[in-house]
Structures are given as C-alpha cells and as structure tokens.
C-alpha cells in the first residue's frame, strides 16, 4: 500500500521552472531515492507534502489524505529536514528542541539525548552561532527524535563531515530497518545506493526515470583486476573469458563478470597462481553522471 502519492503534481513559478507533472508513489517501509541537477524541483515537491504550498493542478497525499487541506493532521506523522533549514535567531539549540517536543506534544526525550550523544552535539549554544555542520545535527535531531512513521530528508547530510555522514546513513538503516517510509533528495550517490530501493530522477521539474535500486545493483557487471604469476594462467582465463582485457608484459588482467559468473571466475581462479586480486568499486556515480549533464533529458 503506498503512503506517499503525488499525482500529475504542477507548481508553475514561470519561466520554465517549477514542478510539472509529477507521479510517484512511496509504498510502507520504501526509502525513496530523489535525484536530479540543482533546480530540478526535488525541494518543490517536498514542500508539497508538507502542505507548504497548495498544488496548481494535480495532487499530493499521504495515507490517503490531501497534504494541503489536511496538513496538521499528517504533520505530527512525519519527520521533515528541509533543505535549508530556518532556525530563529535568539534561541540556543537545546531550548527550540524543548520547544518543539512540546509542541509535539512529546513527554519522553530519551530518544533526543540519544541522537545528541550518536551524533557527538551538545546543542546548548545559540542556534545563530552554530556551525553549518552543527545546525544540520540539529535538524536531524528534529526530524527523527519523535520517532515519525514517514521522513521526509532534503539532503539530509549537506554540511556533515565525512564521519557523520556514515553515521547518518547508520541511522536511516536503522529507520529503515523499523519499517519507516522514506523520501530522501540527495546529491550523495553512497547514502542513496546504501539506502533506497527506488530511485526517481526529476531534470527541470519532470520525472525522467524511475530505476528499481536492487534491480540496478545486481545487473551491473563486477570487474575484478588481478595479477597472473605465470603467462599459461593468463592464456587459460583468456579461453574462458575472451572478452577480458590484459597487458601481456605486466599480465595484469580486468575481467568484468555479471553476478550470474561469480562462481564460474572464482573456480577458474582457483587454479591459477596470482599475485593480487581486487574488486573495482563501480558506484551508482558513473550511471546517474549521465542524467546531470546539459545534453540529457531522457
Ligand atoms: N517560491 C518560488 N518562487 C519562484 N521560483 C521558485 C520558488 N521555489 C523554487 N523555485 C524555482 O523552482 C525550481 C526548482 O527549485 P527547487 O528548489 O525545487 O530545486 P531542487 O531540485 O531542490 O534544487 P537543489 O538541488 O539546488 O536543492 C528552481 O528553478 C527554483 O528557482
Ligand atoms: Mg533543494
């Protein structure tokens, strides 16, 4: 059952910008991939669900109930980082999370001191002399210290420093783990192949591609380099892997199999002497790089 559906959404700010019938639905405990270029409309859209802005035609809901009409009720649901986050000036960290656990109606903060002490922060100083790094821990105590059923992350992990940043993809492991529905835009391509099931990729506020993540990561071949100690090793794996690439010289060899040859590589590999093996990391980067230049729109 989905949770979240957008249906033909538009918000039309003129001059071609703007979101333009956008489809996509989220099912229970899906964590949904956003990706596209800057401008491309992912915090737009997001808005939406947060019943920011009312849509110009089309619709967006969650559980069945229309985000702009009924957004006090989805509110106390969801657990929203937005994209740049707007603290108030005058207050210290600590007393705006107070302040919004209360208005939560939140009793226990035993969870929020966790994530305090998980993402190593003591928000007792003001908000306005906080680090970009800082604020961004604070909004991320925000969205996830109540626990929320369905999160809505805007590059949840901008500013983070690299540690954090694995410790924050920790995190929505865990959320996913508990069967949180999540909607997630991001510019890191680890914390969306470490994470979604789906991924939607949106270029001047339309959907271009819809990719089945799991799907995606067993159909790319694995290219595994290795180093043959004898010339005959070489020209056996050549017999059984013709389309390998190798340096006769050096006999270094680059063998790129798909998932279904696993098997059949590490029994011809068995038998031959080698002086190292590696796997070459491909990354979700390289396919998703071709979506970001100017030239693609399909
Ligand atoms: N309130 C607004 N009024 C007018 N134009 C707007 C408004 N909000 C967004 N836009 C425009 O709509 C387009 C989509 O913006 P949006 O912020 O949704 O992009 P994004 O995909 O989140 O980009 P980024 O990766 O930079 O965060 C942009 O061209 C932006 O300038
Ligand atoms: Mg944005």
């Known amino acids: 059952m989905s949770v979240i559906v957008l249906d033909k959404l538009t918000k039309d700010f003129k001059n071609g910008r703007g979101v333009f019938d956008v489809s996509i639905s989220v099912k229970r405990g899906e964590c949904y991939g956003f990706l596209g270029p800057n401008g491309a409309g992912k915090s737009t859209t997001m808005r939406h669900l947060m019943g920011f802005y009312q849509p110009q035609s089309g619709s967006a809901t969650i ?3 229309n985000c702009w009409r009924d957004q006090k009720q989805l509110q106390s649901k969801i657990g929203y980082l937005p994209g740049e986050i707007a603290f108030p000036v005058d207050m210290t960290g600590k007393n705006y999370i107070r302040m919004i ?3 939560r109606g939140m009793k226990d903060l035993s969870y929020e ?6 993402f190593e922060i003591n928000p007792a100083s003001e908000l ?3 680090s970009k790094g800082m604020k961004q821990k604070v909004g991320i105590i925000l969205a996830f210290m109540h626990k929320p059923e369905l999160l809505l992350l805007d590059e949840p992990s901008s500013g983070l420093d690299p540690l954090m940043q694995s410790k924050f993809i920790e995190l929505m492991e865990r959320f996913k783990k508990a069967g949180t529905t999540i909607l997630l ?5 680890e914390e969306v192949e470490r994470t979604c099931d789906r991924i939607g990729i949106i270029k001047n506020g339309r959907m271009i591609q819809e990719i089945n993540a799991t799907e995606l990561r067993h159909s790319r071949l694995k290219t595994f380099e290795l180093e043959c100690e004898e010339e005959a090793d070489l020209n056996k794996l050549l017999v059984q892997f013709p389309k390998m690439l190798y340096d006769r010289q050096t006999r270094i060899v680059r063998i790129s199999v798909p998932d279904s040859r696993i098997n059949e590589l590490i029994a011809a590999l068995s038998v031959c002497r080698l002086r190292y093996l590696k796997e070459e990391k491909h990354t979700l ?4 790089m071709q979506f970001y230049g100017g030239k693609s729109n399909v």
């Open 63 to 65: 559980d069945g109930l």
């Open 101 to 103: 656990a209360k208005m």
């Open 113 to 118: 001191k966790e994530l305090e002490d998980f």
């Open 128 to 130: 306005r002399r906080m």
């Open 185 to 189: 835009s991001s510019h890191m391509f």
């Open 285 to 288: 980067e390289e396919y998703f």
